[in-house]
């Protein structure tokens, strides 16, 4: 295989979250009633023309600023000609051979370290709300496009029909629109709003929180998720122990993938704080922790609160964990006497004899010295 390089090319399309849609003033939601949001430009009705979505555009060059892309301070929307059964137009306003921007980089950390995944253009464009079809790819002379159909029978993959190429689309620049004039000015106050990128932020966590780059690089995966550690991690003021409880037992709760439901997550992160603050203090165990943690999850409520309500605090009191550690040894003279006659392991059965004894509420610590004092006194 050393004689052949794979090239992937993705195209992405991505919808900006305006209010209104690309060329009109009609409004960008999707599922309303038939024909509720549509005005003459948008159903191509003649003599109507487009305007610009002032607030696509800046969301645009956020987009191509944020992947490291240049601004083409002169770019101009084209006519892309095809039948959509949703678009009475007929033709698609996109972008062609002046698009907002080109040649952008974009650093992703896959397996063994960074690797640098090339951008070719962003450009903007309109699509139907509503309607599923095959993407385009750019065209590249040196490789067919074609849709292949797969036949079981003879585990081959066989050509079925060639995709359509650029040329299908009879491009041509969009005679209702004028050029569109990015001035730097323009760039450098949309710049100055983009918050701090994913890349920039991996490497913040690594370097102030002394998180792994796994940690920092799952960490930063959504941008509420990050968040809300940073949150937790300064009201704790233990980004390690938050990172663990975000990674290990958050994302377990949280539906998958939704980095929307990190915002209506019923642990806040001061709520996080607080439970972190109970194991701290010695007033609950870690094991009972996760145990309250669940509870915060499912009923809101604080750590503290739960706490108290359920007498999970833990036994740190030697009178009380002395006692336990009495029974404990009582009931187990077998491990006594293996313990005594040198097999230490024996002492971690009666710490978790112990643990059980008190419904996971004795302090471990405290345990096991209470243990060690006593074994050579029964
Ligand atoms: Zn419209």
Known sequence: ?????????????????????????????????????????????????????????????????????????????????YYYPDMPKNYQISQYEEPLAEHGRLIVDAGPGPREIGIQRVHLEEDVGKLLHEGALETNERIVQETRLWDPDRMVTVSMRSKEFAHDYRYFPEPDLP??????????????????????????????????VYEADLLTQGRSLADYFEAAARAAGKPKSVANWVLNELLRELPAAADRAIEDCPIPPANLAGLLALI?????????????????????????????????????DEGALGAAVDRVLGEHAKVVEDYRAGKKAALGFLVGQVMKATQGKANPALANRLLIEKLPKV
Not at 184 to 193: D, F, G, Q, S, T
Request: aromatic share 8%; proline share 5%.
């Open 179 to 212: 050029p569109l004039d990015v001035q730097p000015a323009w760039v450098e106050e949309v710049r100055a709003r983009l918050p701090e990128l994913p890349e920039a932020r991996r490497a913040r966590f690594q370097a102030d929180y002394a998180l792994s």
């Open 280 to 316: 701290d203090d010695g007033t609950i165990s870690g094991k009972i922790a996760k145990d309250v943690f669940e509870k915060m999850y499912r009923s809101g409520d604080t750590a503290q609160a739960i706490v108290s309500r359920e007498g999970l605090t833990q036994v740190a």
């Open 1 to 81: 295989m050393n004689n052949y390089e794979t090239i992937i090319g993705l195209e992405v399309h991505a919808q900006l979250s305006t209010v209104t849609k690309m060329f009109c003033g009609c409004r960008a939601v999707f599922g309303a009633a038939p024909n509720t949001a549509t005005c003459p430009v948008c159903q191509g009705m003649p003599g109507s023309l487009p305007f610009i979505n002032r607030r696509a555009v800046e969301f645009g060059i956020m987009t191509a600023l944020a992947i490291g892309c240049e601004i083409n301070a002169h770019n101009r929307f084209a006519r892309k000609h």
